[in-house]
């Protein structure tokens, strides 16, 4: 189904959840430039807040978030982010519209259920919205029934499940131990929560799986009538990522291993009934992300793709990345200095990247191939990725006619390695990113 060609997955990408990367965020974006954007915010807006915490660390996990363990913590860090709401809405103009909120981490269940319910009367107040689609992140080991009633009482209708893998002994080696039992509670308690839009993140590349394991968790998730299911090839990075040292890297399957799972799984979902979304998302036909995608409205933001329409994303809590069309923002990552700013009233930008309009040019032309597979491309633009995009285009993985650029319809595999050919900052970095594939 895929044309296998090795020589051009050898290069890692980024997965270009925003143009430019993190990866070429640097120090000389502050609190200033975030306060800037955000007064010249109008229109539809999301909003994204980061809970750090976790009940368990699962040892592949690249996310910032540390074990809920301490209620000292946990407490500071909620007074801090109730501050961060407050400053933010303080400054933001009354012609922008809080129409999505996305709650993620970590795990935002990590939090007492009545907290949760407190975070989100604290953003409706202060930010004055009606009705916004509300989705959240959940980890299945620590959901339990009374987090039922907590979802219908916020108005949630979208949930993501970290499943990763439905293989006892996979999740082991992976450090996130959940029974089917589990997950089929977790589901439960979400259907009857009101939720209408169910995802599954599910991974294939792990430390001893097979073709067979990774078809096992497709065909529970398919069986649990998951809305959408993320599949993602697990990207082993233990030099940026020290917990996954405990990942037995000589049991993880190589690269062509990692492509047949990628291509088998398209094949078995496709043949389940779900829509393709992009590189690696599916999604049932009457799912709004496949209505986006279908429509050619398909967005793609650090929740990855998405049928968000808003150009304005504010990030709230540490290590939350705000986007807006003139520039990119991280929170400090620290918590401890995310907490000490805010107590004296400070927002805590402390990375980030002032887009040019070059980089919204090439950035829109990166988010087009991702999210549709083509993209206008103007001349000179064309020229100088001529010489990267060539090799691709000799093996008929994308072709350039009337001024647009198409990935083939069996090119999946490559959509980012096609898109890195118009990001320049590739040339430089010398940042490692995760497998092509």
Same mark, same amino acid.
């Given at each position: ?67 809920? *363990?301490?209620?000292?913590? $946990? ?57 916004? $689609? ?8 620590? $959901? ?88 993602? &090839? ?38 389940? &009934? ?9 999604? #049932? ?30 990030? #709230? ?18 918590? &401890? ?9 400070? #927002? ?54 009337? &001024? ?5 319809? *069996?090119? #999946? ?25």
């Amino acid at each position: 189904m895929w044309p296998y060609h090795p020589e051009l997955l050898a290069t890692p990408v980024p997965r270009y959840t925003s143009f430019p990367t993190a990866a070429e965020f640097a120090d000389d974006v502050g609190e200033a430039d975030l306060l800037k954007a955000i007064e010249t915010a109008t229109g539809e807006v999301s909003l994204y807040v980061h809970i750090p915490f976790c009940e368990k660390i699962c040892w592949y996990c690249g996310c910032n978030t540390a074990a809920a *363990n301490r209620a000292s913590r $946990l407490t500071s860090y909620m007074d801090a982010l109730y501050r961060e709401i407050e400053l933010v809405a303080a400054r933001m103009p009354q012609t922008a519209r809080v129409r999505r909120i996305a709650y993620g981490g970590g795990s935002p269940n990590a939090l007492a259920p009545e907290e949760f319910v407190r975070l989100h009367a604290h953003l409706s107040k202060q930010f004055g919205f009606t009705n916004p $689609l509300v989705s959240v992140e959940l980890d299945p080991r620590s $959901l339990t029934r009374e987090w039922e009633h907590v979802l219908r009482e916020v108005g949630a209708s979208h949930a993501s499940m970290g499943v990763q893998t439905f293989t006892p002994r996979l999740q082991v080696a992976i450090g996130r131990v959940q029974p089917l039992d589990m997950i089929t509670k977790g589901v439960e308690i979400l259907r009857k929560a009101g939720i209408t839009s169910l995802n599954f993140d599910l991974m294939y590349g792990l430390p001893g799986q097979t073709m067979d394991d990774v078809s096992h968790s497709l065909a529970h998730a398919a069986e649990f009538n998951a809305d959408r299911i993320a599949l993602f &090839g697990y990207a082993h990075v233990p030099h940026m990522i020290p917990r996954q040292r405990r990942i037995d890297a000589s049991a993880l399957p190589d690269v062509e291993q990692r492509f047949h799972m990628a291509e088998d799984g398209y094949r078995q979902l496709v043949n389940e &009934g779900y829509s393709p979304v992009g590189f690696d998302h599916f999604a #049932l036909p009457g799912d709004p992300l496949a209505q986006a995608a279908n429509s050619g409205h398909l967005r793609r933001n650090f929740q990855g793709f998405t049928e968000d329409q808003a150009p304005v994303l504010i990030g #709230l809590g540490a290590s939350a990345i705000s986007s807006f069309p003139t520039l990119l923002a991280q929170n400090d990552k620290n918590t &401890g200095r995310y907490r000490m700013l805010l107590s004296q009233d400070q #927002l805590s930008a402390a990375l980030g990247k002032r887009r040019s309009p070059d980089d919204q040019r090439r950035g829109a032309v990166i988010e087009a191939l991702l999210c549709r597979g083509r993209a206008r491309i103007d001349a000179n633009l064309m020229l100088e990725a001529q010489l990267r995009l060539s090799p691709y285009i000799e093996a008929g993985l994308c072709g350039f006619a009337n &001024g647009e650029l198409t990935i083939s319809s *069996n090119a #999946l595999p490559y959509a980012r390695s096609i898109a890195a050919a118009f990001d320049p900052y590739r040339q430089h970095s010398p940042r490692r990113f995760s497998s092509a594939v």
